[in-house]
């Protein structure tokens, strides 16, 4: 037996689990991020100086930023490895919500450690606990519950034993993985029990690739085979599963054509053959052409949420059927699917030995090889800056960023416009360069999320795309990467605003309304001067080193620096905006964003006739 306190007993559980795929391991949790207060500091403080030899720490400036950080690791580590995150009570549990539910919802393993209140209670109540009349043992800690995949409060120290096993088992499940939070009285973090060694073990968890269902697998393959215009969409359980290779290889033999979700994106390279770019609302012409003409629809590692679907509007074929490839029982039944249960990977190397090579004719390869060319057009289009001596557009600074990177480079992005003109026109060269976090879509993500990147993957230029919306939501972590000397580049493009969802208002009939960074005019309305907002000297004060761009040709010097230097830089550049010259072709496709029944303002009315014209081809597969 060994006398450690509860902190103390998990930092030295968590530095003896492995996980292993392949006959490949690593440590399950290789660092923890943290920010100190009272609920923590003699607790989780002082367990990992304790044991600082086998835990590293990163110091963080915000919570929800933490998590960020933390899932950044994670979704370039393929799931395989994860940080913890821990926080004091109160507000520094509150704001890990944020990052949870993230983390969740993209299905990317972190552990969450937040302080609580007293388990003992000698004083009730205590600094920063929530008093809850009918349930005097709740916090502000089981608001994580919602949003947490395993949620435990530790109440006494034998406790931990069960729930920390249990945490370590869901954050290598590939299928139920996602933020796990182990609430930890204060209190108790401090106490001292007599653990037995067995519990500080190396134990590794095997991440497992379970192989498909006969009759399924059969089931699939007669779909498939009768198929005369099939489509692949791959979703992010292609990168999980490591599939990349078994995708290319089933797609180069069958002919079948490939689009991508935004976590698919990336699966297979841009010049491959049959990759025809992305699907959905953001989606390409051709992948979107090829959707709506498609009869069987076979989805590999894919949610199929809105915007891929075109909120139920995209495939039209009367008589479309779906196969669903994916790990997770749960997403195979979607769209009324065959649903094919098992690794990505696995499954594609199944399907690959039962069906015939060359499967598609060849009028149709013809087809979307033609239609991937005239694309291609438009992205070069949208990408090239006639004029060097002009202000670049938002894609303008894309295409120049597109000439100077290569296999390499790793892009992050989450929230705004860019998502959907980055899944329209970015030509990804390797299955992680494109890092698009739209699950949760959270702005403020990409910095930290960088930083997280930067970790798992270092000497790699990582690159944070932000809009000026994004990074005022969250700037802090710029001091964490002077820090650590991790040299990321931020790119801010300032537009005055939020310019996404300035557009979107203005489709809907909202007229732009509170969308725009400018002083109030004297009817109310936010029509005057833009605000004299620096960003450029804000990221300097942060520590960054700031490249100002006001060219394409200063864009192109700048982000060519950038790329090249060993601190974190920032190139900043104001773009010109949608409204005076044309950026990313439109959507192919429609979203759904209820728009008012009734008005009194033009605007609205009409747009409340576009939607009604929409909607109607709304469908439920069944």
């Given at each position: 037996m060994t006398r450690l306190t509860v902190a103390q007993a998990l930092v030295r559980f968590l530095a003896a689990q492995y996980t292993e795929r392949d006959g490949v391991r690593q440590r399950l949790v290789s660092a923890t991020w943290g920010i100190f207060g009272h609920g923590n500091v003699a607790g989780i403080g002082q367990a990992l100086v304790e044991y600082a030899d086998v835990m590293p720490y990163h110091q963080g400036r915000n919570e929800q930023a933490m998590v960020h950080a933390a899932v950044g690791y994670a979704r370039q580590s393929n799931r395989l490895s994860a940080h913890a995150v821990?926080?004091?009570?109160?507000p520094g549990a509150t704001n890990l919500v944020t990052g949870a539910a993230l983390a969740t919802i993209n299905r990317i393993p972190v552990l969450l450690l937040p302080g609580d209140a007293f388990a003992t209670r000698p004083a009730d109540p205590v600094l920063q606990q929530l008093e809850v009349p009918y349930a005097g043992e709740m916090s502000v800690n089981d608001c994580l519950r919602p949003v947490s995949k395993y949620f435990d409060r530790i109440t006494r120290p034998e406790a931990l034993i069960p729930a920390a096993l249990a945490a370590a088992r869901v954050l290598t499940d590939p299928v139920e993985t996602g933020a796990v939070t182990l609430a930890l009285p204060q209190d108790v973090q401090a106490e001292a029990y007599d653990w037995p060694e067995k519990f500080f073990a190396e134990r590794v968890w095997r991440v497992r690739r379970p192989v498909p269902d006969d009759a399924e697998l059969d089931a699939a393959v007669a779909a498939i085979g009768g198929a005369a215009r099939p489509l692949i969409v791959a979703g992010g359980g292609v990168k999980y599963s490591g599939a990349e290779e078994a995708l290319a290889t089933f797609a180069a033999l069958t002919g079948?054509?490939?689009?991508?979700?935004?976590?698919?994106?990336?699966?297979?390279?841009?010049?491959?053959?049959?990759?025809?770019?992305?699907?959905?609302?953001?989606?390409?012409?051709?992948?979107?052409?090829?959707?709506?003409?498609?009869?069987?629809?076979?989805?590999?590692?894919?949610?199929?949420?809105?915007?891929?679907?075109?909120?139920?509007?995209?495939?039209?074929?009367?008589?479309?059927?779906?196969?669903?490839?994916?790990?997770?029982?749960?997403?195979?039944?979607?769209?009324?699917?065959?649903?094919?249960?098992?690794?990505?990977?696995?499954?594609?190397?199944?399907?690959?030995?039962?069906?015939d090579p060359h499967h598609v004719t060849e009028h149709y390869v013809r087809?979307?090889?033609?239609?991937?060319?005239?694309?291609?057009?438009?992205?070069?289009?949208?990408?090239?800056?006639?004029?060097?001596?002009?202000?670049?557009?938002?894609?303008?600074?894309?295409?120049?960023?597109?000439?100077?990177?290569?296999?390499?480079?790793?892009?992050?992005?989450?929230?705004?416009?860019?998502?959907?003109?980055?899944?329209k026109l970015w030509r990804a060269r390797s299955s992680d360069q494109y890092h698009v976090e739209y699950g949760y879509s959270c702005m403020g993500y990409e910095i930290p999320a960088a930083i997280g990147v930067a970790l798992a993957a270092p000497g790699r230029p990582v690159w944070a795309l932000v809009g000026d919306g994004t990074y005022l939501m969250n700037p802090t972590e710029i001091v964490t990467a002077v820090q650590e000397g991790l040299p990321i580049k931020v790119v801010i493009l300032q537009n005055h605003g939020y310019a996404s969802i300035g557009g979107l208002s203005e489709s809907v009939g909202g007229e732009r309304y509170?969308?725009?960074?400018?002083?109030?005019?004297?009817?109310?309305?936010?029509?005057?001067?833009?605000?004299?907002?620096?960003?450029?000297?804000?990221?300097?004060?942060?520590?960054?080193?700031?490249?100002?761009?006001?060219?394409?040709?200063?864009?192109?010097?700048?982000?060519?620096?950038?790329?090249?230097?060993?601190?974190?830089?920032?190139?900043?550049?104001?773009?010109?905006?949608?409204?005076?010259?044309?950026?990313?072709?439109?959507?192919?496709?429609?979203?759904?964003?209820?728009?008012?029944?009734?008005?009194?303002?033009?605007?609205?009315?009409?747009?409340?006739?576009?939607?009604?014209?929409?909607?109607?081809a709304r469908r439920r597969h069944l």
């Open positions: 821990t926080t004091s009570i109160g079948i054509p490939v689009a991508s979700t935004q976590a698919g994106k990336g699966a297979l390279r841009h010049d491959h053959p049959q990759d025809v770019g992305a699907v959905g609302h953001t989606g390409t012409a051709v992948a979107d052409h090829l959707a709506r003409t498609a009869d069987v629809v076979i989805g590999v590692g894919t949610r199929w949420t809105d915007f891929t679907t075109a909120s139920g509007t995209l495939f039209t074929h009367p008589d479309v059927r779906f196969v669903n490839l994916n790990i997770a029982a749960f997403d195979t039944h979607k769209m009324a699917a065959l649903p094919l249960v098992a690794d990505a990977r696995e499954g594609l190397e199944g399907l690959h030995a039962l069906l087809e979307y090889a033609e239609e991937k060319l005239r694309w291609e057009a438009r992205v070069t289009a949208a990408h090239t800056a006639p004029d060097e001596k002009a202000r670049p557009t938002q894609t303008q600074v894309l295409g120049v960023l597109d000439t100077l990177v290569d296999d390499t480079d790793i892009l992050i992005n989450a929230a705004g416009s860019l998502p959907g003109d980055l899944h509170g969308t725009a960074y400018r002083f109030r005019a004297p009817d109310g309305s936010f029509t005057g001067a833009p605000l004299p907002v620096d960003l450029a000297a804000n990221a300097a004060s942060l520590g960054m080193r700031v490249l100002t761009a006001r060219t394409v040709r200063d864009l192109r010097e700048a982000l060519a620096d950038a790329r090249t230097s060993t601190v974190p830089t920032c190139v900043y550049v104001e773009t010109e905006t949608a409204d005076t010259v044309s950026g990313a072709p439109p959507a192919q496709a429609w979203w759904d964003v209820p728009v008012a029944e009734t008005a009194t303002r033009s605007s609205a009315v009409k747009a409340r006739e576009e939607y009604d014209r929409h909607v109607t």
